[in-house]
């Protein structure tokens, strides 16, 4: 049975404890309900046009003007992520600043900022480029070289090719640079290498020739010199004191000379270094007459070639031979008799050749030419004329020689 009606002293009291309300606070009251009026009933949305309410729910329309559900801001944003985002953050906007009737500038602000997935910017600032609004969502744009959902993660260019970087690769945040190993220099293009020549730079060598090579350049002398780098100039080089000769050696500017020892029966070899035996040209068992012709072997005191003859009339004597030696001193040829103590001999004297002749007890010295003892091959020739016993038209004429050097 339904309970029975209020009786008319319940209804009196009722009715006067509304009008106390309303007589003290019914704007407050009448606020107060209608706002939760919102909450407890469907708002009917308004319609001005005829197709309005098959359009996308309005925001300003929807929950800045008129205090909005859940479900009415999911009119606005159409999709849940966005809506389940907004409630929450909107609701605080009305804790904050009173609600939509209550025509708060900051509310209005309040809320018109809480779509805006980028409003404050969650995304880092060195590394973004700009923040995009999404439904619910937020997208940052990264600049070049950093990576990562807030663009905060610096990208390694480097481990990829090696940044494209011909030689050598630097990372550092947000970016890289190339750099160029020593003797290459960085292309315009901030990557590519490509080599200096040096060369082209008149000092780099001072007075030596420059040659350029990949990533670095050589300074070159001539033969027998060196390159010294801190006074720029070709120095010459003492091989000398490099070993490089069996027993003697002299040094010279640019060049060095091997020497042997020809008194001991040695001659230079083939290789301008070493020593080896001296080896004579002609037997030594060559005898005709008994006059003797002495050629030193080397100096070494022992004849190369000895030629006995018997000269019975004044005769002129012609000798040629090639010879080559480093010593400064010798004896080269030797020519004379045994009964008149008539002779003639041909040899060095530091470096340059004398000729001695001796006739009728008398002597003669004579030296002159260049020096010789240079190690080169030389022709030498020598003509004599020694009297024969006195008598005819030689009775009384001096012995006489002649000596042509016809190479060196």
């Given at each position: 049975?339904?309970?029975?009606?209020?009786?008319?002293?319940?209804?009196l009291?009722?009715?006067?404890?509304?009008?106390?309300?309303?007589?003290?606070s019914?704007?407050?009251?009448?606020?107060?309900?209608?706002e939760?009026?919102?909450?407890?009933r469907?708002?009917?949305?308004?319609?001005?046009?005829?197709?309005?309410?098959?359009?996308?729910?309005?925001?300003?329309?929807?929950?800045?003007?008129?205090?909005?559900?859940?479900?009415?801001?999911?009119?606005?944003?159409?999709?849940?992520?966005?809506?389940?985002?907004?409630?929450?953050?909107?609701?605080e906007?009305?804790?904050?600043?009173?609600s939509?009737?209550?025509?708060?500038?900051?509310?209005?602000?309040?809320?018109?900022?809480?779509p805006d997935?980028?409003?404050?910017?969650?995304?880092?600032?060195?590394?973004?480029?700009v923040?995009?609004?999404l439904?619910g969502?937020?997208?940052?744009?990264?600049?070049?070289?950093w990576?990562?959902?807030?663009?905060?993660?610096?990208?390694?260019?480097?481990?990829?090719?090696?940044?494209?970087?011909?030689?050598?690769?630097?990372?550092?945040?947000?970016?890289?640079?190339?750099?160029?190993?020593?003797?290459?220099?960085?292309s315009?293009?901030?990557?590519?290498?490509?080599?200096?020549?040096?060369?082209?730079?008149?000092?780099?060598?001072?007075?030596?020739?420059?040659?350029?090579?990949?990533?670095?350049?050589?300074?070159?002398?001539?033969?027998?010199?060196?390159?010294?780098?801190?006074e720029?100039?070709?120095?010459d080089?003492?091989?000398?004191a490099?070993?490089?000769?069996?027993?003697?050696?002299?040094?010279?500017?640019?060049?060095?000379?091997?020497?042997?020892?020809?008194?001991?029966?040695?001659?230079?070899?083939?290789?301008?270094?070493?020593?080896?035996?001296?080896?004579?040209?002609?037997?030594?068992?060559?005898?005709?007459?008994?006059?003797?012709?002495?050629?030193?072997?080397?100096?070494?005191?022992?004849?190369?070639?000895?030629?006995?003859?018997?000269?019975?009339q004044?005769?002129?004597?012609?000798?040629?031979?090639?010879?080559?030696?480093?010593?400064?001193?010798?004896?080269?040829?030797?020519?004379?008799?045994r009964?008149?103590?008539?002779?003639?001999?041909?040899g060095?004297?530091?470096?340059?050749?004398?000729?001695q002749l001796?006739?009728?007890?008398?002597?003669?010295?004579?030296?002159?030419?260049?020096?010789?003892?240079?190690?080169?091959?030389?022709?030498?020739s020598?003509?004599?004329?020694?009297?024969?016993?006195?008598?005819?038209?030689?009775?009384?004429?001096?012995?006489?020689?002649?000596?042509?050097?016809?190479?060196?």
């Amino acid at each position: 049975m339904p309970p029975p009606p209020p009786g008319p002293a319940a209804a009196l009291g009722t009715a006067l404890l509304l009008i106390l309300l309303a007589s003290e606070s019914a704007p407050t009251v009448m606020l107060r309900a209608r706002e939760a009026a919102q909450f407890l009933r469907p708002r009917q949305r308004r319609a001005y046009q005829v197709f309005e309410e098959a359009k996308q729910g309005h925001l300003e329309r929807e929950c800045i003007e008129e205090l909005c559900s859940q479900e009415e801001a999911r009119e606005v944003f159409e999709n849940d992520p966005e809506t389940e985002y907004f409630y929450p953050r909107y609701l605080e906007c009305i804790s904050k600043h009173g609600s939509p009737y209550t025509k708060n500038p900051d509310f209005v602000s309040c809320v018109q900022k809480l779509p805006d997935q980028c409003s404050p910017d969650p995304c880092d600032k060195e590394g973004t480029q700009v923040c995009q609004d999404l439904m619910g969502n937020f997208y940052c744009q990264c600049r070049d070289g950093w990576g990562g959902r807030l663009c905060d993660r610096d990208v390694n260019e480097c481990s990829q090719q090696n940044g494209g970087c011909s030689h050598v690769c630097y990372n550092k945040l947000g970016s890289f640079h190339c750099a160029c190993y020593s003797g290459y220099a960085l292309s315009p293009d901030s990557r590519t290498c490509h080599d200096v020549d040096e060369c082209a730079d008149a000092g780099a060598c001072g007075e030596a020739r420059c040659q350029n090579l990949p990533g670095s350049y050589s300074c070159l002398c001539d033969e027998g010199y060196a390159f010294h780098a801190q006074e720029k100039a070709c120095r010459d080089v003492d091989e000398c004191a490099e070993g490089r000769c069996e027993q003697a050696c002299v040094n010279s500017p640019g060049s060095y000379t091997c020497h042997c020892d020809g008194r001991g029966g040695l001659k230079l070899s083939q290789d301008m270094s070493t020593c080896e035996d001296i080896l004579p040209c002609v037997p030594f068992n060559v005898a005709k007459s008994v006059k003797s012709l002495y050629l030193g072997r080397m100096f070494s005191g022992t004849p190369v070639i000895r030629l006995r003859f018997k000269r019975l009339q004044p005769t002129r004597l012609v000798a040629e031979f090639d010879f080559r030696t480093f010593d400064p001193e010798g004896v080269l040829f030797f020519a004379g008799g045994r009964q008149d103590s008539t002779w003639i001999v041909l040899g060095l004297r530091a470096g340059r050749l004398e000729l001695q002749l001796r006739y009728q007890g008398v002597g003669r010295v004579t030296s002159s030419g260049p020096v010789i003892n240079h190690g080169v091959w030389q022709t030498v020739s020598v003509a004599a004329a020694l009297p024969g016993p006195a008598r005819g038209s030689w009775a009384g004429h001096p012995a006489f020689a002649c000596i042509h050097l016809l190479s060196g």
